[in-house]
């Protein structure tokens, strides 16, 4: 299964900053790429609650 490119902006962004954050030397460019990735995530989280249920509770 191909999952690449990444359809939701927010996912695609946020993989792109963990890749750049795996590369990066320094300390304050992983720091407001990590708050970045976060702010990021939870707005993914907002939009789709449903990612954050069991598969129990999905059905």
């Known amino acids: 299964m191909n999952n690449f490119p990444i359809a939701d902006t927010d996912l695609a962004e946020l993989s792109e ?3 750049r954050m795996a ?3 320094t300390r304050e460019p992983v720091q407001w790429m990590a708050r970045n990735a976060i702010t990021k995530l939870q707005h993914f989280v907002e939009m789709h609650p449903d990612v954050m249920k069991s598969p129990e509770q999905q059905h």
């Open 17 to 19: 900053l963990l890749h």
């Open 23 to 25: 590369e990066c030397n």
